[in-house]
């Protein structure tokens, strides 16, 4: 019987885990109980049921009937009203998903005012300001207009804002984390509407409205950076926008906070100093440790966390395929770290092909369990060197005030009959 850890686990040069066949093989048969699949009885289907006859064939397809999964919306006073806002959000279940693209029905929704229901006919876009030529759009224009596609997460600001001053052992991943999301947006890049516009030289602020009864609006700084990636969206995973996600038109501003991706977008307009709307003065600005409000802090810092196991599942002793997802706003995810004992030591997680700039990186890394109490974490690195805090620097460097752009490492704990808890750390 194998127990040792090392024994089940290659190491290639580097010292990396690697996932393999001989791995999982030895780790599954060596322990007990850990898997439902057993040897063919026979050399025959005897193991397997019979062919079934099938249903008609649709316009759509739905999900399997055994296949439950679904967002939660929280909000207004309920069992679990952790939004401190009035605002409505539904999350993602990251612990039942695969791979790092959420269905476009499961993509996280944020909506301050509902989902209004806009008629794509009457629906207009109209871009004015410091420009030379103010336009108005609608989204046949844009369609006619080149486009690209980009898969990149969208994150709510709020994401993770349950740990920040205690942790409910009974919440899930999804409770934790499910207000980010990853899809494939198409649309027009802000730089072609803005040399369409001509936008005049020393317009450096955007601001961009949505069409809902919210009136959220907010400016945006245009860096090289933003005028380079942020784009009109139409497209979401390969069909129009879901209504809850903006349709027909949203803007996609990849690495930043999600509340500058305007829904509905009726407004874009240029100037040169920021408008201070309520949704950047009132919302949406962080409390620092001294008391002051930190304004246009807008982007998405490195963050990461453990899909599978998570809170309240139930683990056996033996093989575990621990996975999750890691993403940062700053660009790609180039290393996911995975701690079995408590962010003592720390392995190499395998990072699934391709991890993208600003999307969702997919992680896994075999692991046998002893059935010893423990905890598990994950760190992420990216490409320009950020390294995921762990909580107890994040709260020195930020301090306990703040509410929003929490990112610290998010540690599950297992108890000895395996049951997975949220816990600080
Ligand atoms: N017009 C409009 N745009 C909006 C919002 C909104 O309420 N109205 N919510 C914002 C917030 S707070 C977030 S986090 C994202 C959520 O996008 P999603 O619902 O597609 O996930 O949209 C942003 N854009
Ligand atoms: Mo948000």
């Given at each position: 019987?194998?127990?040792?850890?090392?024994?089940?686990?290659?190491?290639?040069?580097?010292?990396?885990?690697?996932?393999?066949?001989?791995?999982?093989?030895?780790?599954?048969?060596?322990?007990?109980?850990?898997?439902?699949?057993?040897?063919?009885?026979?050399?025959?289907?005897?193991?397997?049921?019979?062919?079934?006859?099938?249903?008609?064939?649709?316009?759509?397809?739905?999900?399997?009937?055994?296949?439950?999964?679904?967002?939660?919306?929280?909000?207004?006073?309920?069992?679990?009203?952790?939004?401190?806002?009035?605002?409505?959000?539904?999350?993602?279940?990251?612990?039942?998903?695969?791979?790092?693209?959420?269905?476009?029905?499961?993509?996280?929704?944020?909506?301050?005012?509902?989902?209004?229901?806009?008629d794509p006919a009457k629906h207009r876009l109209l871009v004015h300001g410091m420009v030379k030529k103010p336009l108005v759009?609608?989204?046949?224009?844009?369609?006619?207009?080149?486009?690209?596609?980009?898969?990149?997460?969208?994150?709510?600001?709020?994401?993770?804002?349950?740990?920040?001053?205690?942790?409910?052992?009974?919440?899930?991943?999804?409770?934790?984390?499910?207000?980010?999301?990853?899809?494939?947006?198409?649309?027009?890049?802000?730089?072609?509407?803005?040399?369409?516009?001509?936008?005049?030289?020393?317009?450096?602020?955007?601001?961009?409205?949505?069409?809902?009864?919210?009136?959220?609006?907010?400016?945006?700084?245009?860096?090289?950076?933003?005028?380079?990636?942020?784009?009109?969206?139409?497209?979401?995973?390969?069909?129009?926008?879901?209504?809850?996600?903006?349709?027909?038109?949203?803007?996609?501003?990849?690495?930043?906070?999600?509340?500058?991706?305007?829904?509905?977008?009726?407004?874009?307009?240029?100037?040169?100093?920021?408008?201070?709307?309520?949704?950047?003065?009132?919302?949406?600005?962080?409390?620092?440790?001294?008391?002051?409000?930190?304004?246009?802090?807008?982007?998405?810092?490195?963050?990461?966390?453990?899909?599978?196991?998570?809170?309240?599942?139930?683990?056996?002793?033996?093989?575990?395929?621990?996975?999750?997802?890691?993403?940062?706003?700053?660009?790609?995810?180039?290393?996911?770290?995975?701690?079995?004992?408590?962010?003592?030591?720390?392995?190499?997680?395998?990072?699934?092909?391709?991890?993208?700039?600003?999307?969702?990186?997919?992680?896994?890394?075999?692991?046998?369990?002893?059935?010893?109490?423990?905890?598990?974490?994950?760190?992420?690195?990216?490409?320009?060197?950020?390294?995921?805090?762990?909580?107890?620097?994040?709260?020195?460097?930020?301090?306990?005030?703040?509410?929003?752009?929490?990112?610290?490492?998010?540690?599950?704990?297992?108890?000895?009959?395996?049951?997975?808890?949220?816990?600080?750390?």
């Amino acid at each position: 019987m194998i127990t040792q850890d090392d024994d089940v686990v290659d190491r290639d040069g580097a010292g990396k885990r690697r996932l393999s066949r001989r791995n999982f093989i030895a780790a599954s048969t060596g322990l007990a109980g850990s898997l439902v699949a057993g040897r063919a009885a026979a050399d025959s289907l005897a193991d397997v049921p019979p062919r079934e006859v099938g249903a008609d064939l649709s316009g759509r397809s739905e999900r399997s009937q055994y296949v439950k999964i679904s967002r939660i919306p929280e909000a207004t006073p309920g069992k679990r009203n952790i939004d401190p806002s009035d605002a409505i959000n539904s999350k993602t279940p990251l612990d039942k998903l695969f791979g790092s693209i959420t269905p476009s029905d499961l993509h996280y929704e944020r909506s301050h005012s509902g989902v209004p229901d806009l008629d794509p006919a009457k629906h207009r876009l109209l871009v004015h300001g410091m420009v030379k030529k103010p336009l108005v759009f609608n989204v046949e224009d844009l369609k006619a207009m080149p486009s690209i596609s980009r898969t990149v997460f969208i994150e709510c600001t709020g994401n993770g804002w349950e740990n920040w001053k205690k942790a409910d052992p009974d919440l899930t991943v999804q409770n934790t984390h499910g207000l980010v999301s990853t899809n494939e947006w198409t649309g027009v890049p802000l730089k072609f509407i803005v040399d369409l516009i001509g936008k005049e030289r020393d317009s450096n602020w955007m601001l961009a409205e949505g069409g809902d009864a919210a009136g959220v609006a907010r400016s945006i700084p245009l860096t090289d950076e933003i005028l380079n990636e942020a784009f009109i969206a139409y497209g979401q995973n390969g069909e129009p926008l879901r209504p809850a996600h903006g349709f027909p038109m949203r803007l996609v501003m990849p690495g930043f906070e999600g509340n500058l991706n305007i829904k509905w977008l009726r407004r874009l307009k240029f100037g040169d100093r920021p408008w201070m709307t309520r949704w950047e003065t009132a919302r949406y600005t962080q409390l620092q440790a001294d008391g002051k409000a930190e304004q246009f802090q807008l982007r998405m810092d490195t963050n990461s966390v453990i899909t599978s196991p998570s809170g309240t599942m139930v683990i056996k002793p033996g093989y575990q395929r621990i996975t999750g997802l890691a993403w940062s706003g700053h660009g790609k995810i180039t290393r996911v770290e995975i701690s079995t004992d408590g962010a003592k030591t720390w392995q190499d997680a395998q990072l699934n092909s391709p991890a993208l700039p600003k999307a969702q990186s997919r992680f896994q890394m075999d692991w046998v369990w002893d059935g010893k109490p423990t905890k598990i974490v994950s760190r992420s690195t990216d490409d320009k060197g950020n390294l995921q805090p762990d909580r107890k620097s994040f709260i020195a460097v930020t301090g306990s005030n703040a509410l929003f752009h929490y990112n610290a490492q998010q540690t599950w704990s297992i108890d000895e009959t395996g049951r997975v808890r949220n816990v600080l750390d």
